[in-house]
């Protein structure tokens, strides 16, 4: 079993910055592609970053330029930057491993911005 937690979110201004952890326990071993995912009130969930083993990245085109996805192997730890933030990236940001082909999410962490 897996289990995600992320930390991180909260208030911020706009052109603000806030840096997203997710951290995992137990049975971590060969974890491919990391990634952040957000959700917006009456809007569908919606792939924010991802990081795969070999370092590569994916971003969606709103955040490029604005967010940088990173992990720590060895922390089974992934991190979102996110730097000049706008209102329209308020939403509860969820992490998501992939492990073996299966797919793993933590409970959300919310991120309002807002003046």
């Known amino acids: 079993q897996v289990h995600l937690v992320e930390t991180g979110g909260g208030l911020v201004q706009p052109g603000g910055s806030l840096r997203l952890s997710c951290a995992a326990s137990?049975?971590?071993?060969?974890?491919?592609?990391m990634g952040w995912y957000r959700q917006a009130p009456g809007k569908q969930r919606e792939l924010v970053a991802t990081?795969?083993?070999?370092?590569?990245?994916n971003y969606a085109n709103s955040v490029k330029g604005r967010f940088t996805i990173s992990r720590d192997n060895g922390k089974s730890t992934v991190y979102l930057q996110m730097n000049s933030l706008k209102p329209e990236d308020t939403a509860v940001y969820y992490c998501?491993?992939?492990?073996?082909?299966?797919?793993?999410w933590g409970q959300g962490t919310q991120v309002t911005v807002s003046s």
């Open positions: 137990g049975s971590t071993f060969s974890i491919n592609t």
């Open positions: 990081i795969t083993s070999g370092g590569g990245t």
């Open positions: 998501n491993y992939v492990i073996k082909s299966t797919g793993y």
